[in-house]
């Protein structure tokens, strides 16, 4: 057993992974790929953890815990507040790391971590949030809103990274997508097959109540990709009770143009998101998520999610069962979805909601991922 409970198969201490070194691209936050680095120490107690940068104060007791080694990335000036003008180190640095002697390598990539170079024996499996998406399809945005130098460096800068980008994902034995839609930028990107385990959530936190108000539920990062204006102005169009919670650097924008039905709060309580969560009509979601963990959470809450149809949420919702999908970012869209989900709400049972958010428990991530370990392992001796 782990010290997460999880029982974990006879063949991974003794003969899959001695020795386990996870490389995760930095740790100055606690977010999904924490979370999910979090469970893979759960699974590996014994695993060294490599990063570029590590503030130990801005992560958990848990990572805390573990053997943490940064990449010569972490002692450069600045790193931990400026890392991401280091880019261009990163693969270097990967490169240079010393992983002889390690039988299983896990990296988990967002950021550079892939790149590393293990030994001929060793399982390298990839356990991937999403290629980087400043170097592929968000790359127009990112140089959009980079200052003058930046913007006159990063194509020749960017398009060496691309290069090596796609020549390190060679080097990897296997891949593990968090969603059907992180696969797809996979195969697109990198030319590699990826099997699919959704990241795990805490389903167990949440539950349903017998009361639940009118009032629809909006809660993300108030950044301009999360698209909290097409929320905004779909409630204020509609005139229906609603809560906005999140923080960024839209949040002034939303709290002065919120009409009087909508209430606006940077954040709330663990106690007061899942009473929030529990007791609004549904929650809307508006963004294009690799994953998304936010309508798993409303749905083992017992409610239903009006999602945009694009990214993770095809994975983690149910249509015309646990929520609906809209199929644009319009406010147009968004309206009419929520007056096709006043008619479908009678259909609706909480009970759908709470099995389908079972389905992304840590418990069902560490069986997926220890399966997918083992069809690489597998696999990988067939090469051999």
């Not at 991401?84 to 002889?100: C, G, N, S, V, W």
Request: aromatic share 10%; net charge neutral.
């Amino acid at each position: 057993m782990t010290g997460a409970g999880l029982s974990v198969p006879p063949w991974v201490a003794p003969r899959l992974a001695p020795r386990v070194a996870i490389v995760h691209y930095w740790l100055i936050a606690m977010r999904g790929g924490e979370r999910v680095l979090e469970r893979l120490l759960d699974l590996f107690p014994g695993a060294d953890v490599f990063t570029h940068v590590y503030d130990p104060d801005k992560v958990s007791e848990k990572i805390r815990a573990a053997n943490v080694r940064e990449t010569f990335v972490g002692r450069l000036p600045g790193a931990r507040r400026h890392y991401q003008k280091y880019l261009p180190l990163m693969p270097m640095a990967l490169e240079e790391l010393d992983l002889r002697g390690y039988d299983l390598v896990i990296s988990s990539e967002s950021g550079p971590a892939k790149g590393i170079i293990t030994s001929p024996d060793a399982l390298h499996v990839c356990y991937c949030h999403s290629p980087m998406r400043y170097l592929w399809d968000h790359y127009q945005d990112y140089k959009a809103s980079a200052g003058g130098l930046s913007r006159m460096m990063m194509p020749t800068m960017f398009h060496r990274l691309r290069q090596w980008d796609v020549s390190s994902a060679s080097r990897v034995d296997g891949i593990i997508a968090n969603s059907t839609f992180i696969a797809r930028r996979i195969r697109k990107v990198w030319g590699r097959e990826a099997r699919v385990v959704h990241p795990p959530v805490t389903v167990d936190a949440y539950q349903p109540v017998e009361q639940v108000t009118d009032r629809y539920l909006w809660v993300s990062q108030m950044t301009p990709y999360k698209r909290a204006d097409i929320a905004l102005e779909a409630f204020n169009r509609l005139g229906v009770p609603a809560l906005m919670v999140g923080d960024g650097e839209m949040f002034k924008y939303v709290s002065s143009h919120a009409g009087p039905n909508v209430e606006v709060r940077r954040r709330l309580s663990f106690a007061e998101l899942k009473a929030a969560y529990a007791t609004c009509k549904a929650l809307v979601f508006t963004p294009e998520e690799d994953f998304g963990i936010v309508p798993v959470e409303a749905n083992a809450s017992g409610r239903p999610v009006i999602a945009y149809g694009h990214g993770g949420a095809v994975d983690s919702i149910v249509e015309g069962r646990t929520g609906l999908f809209f199929p644009e970012q319009t406010v147009d869209a968004l309206c009419d979805a929520i007056d096709r989900f006043e008619a479908w709400l009678p259909q609706f049972d909480p009970q759908d909601a709470v099995a389908n958010a079972a389905r992304f428990s840590p418990e069902a991530f560490a069986t997926g991922i220890l399966e997918a370990l083992d069809y690489y392992r597998r696999a990988s001796r067939l090469v051999a």
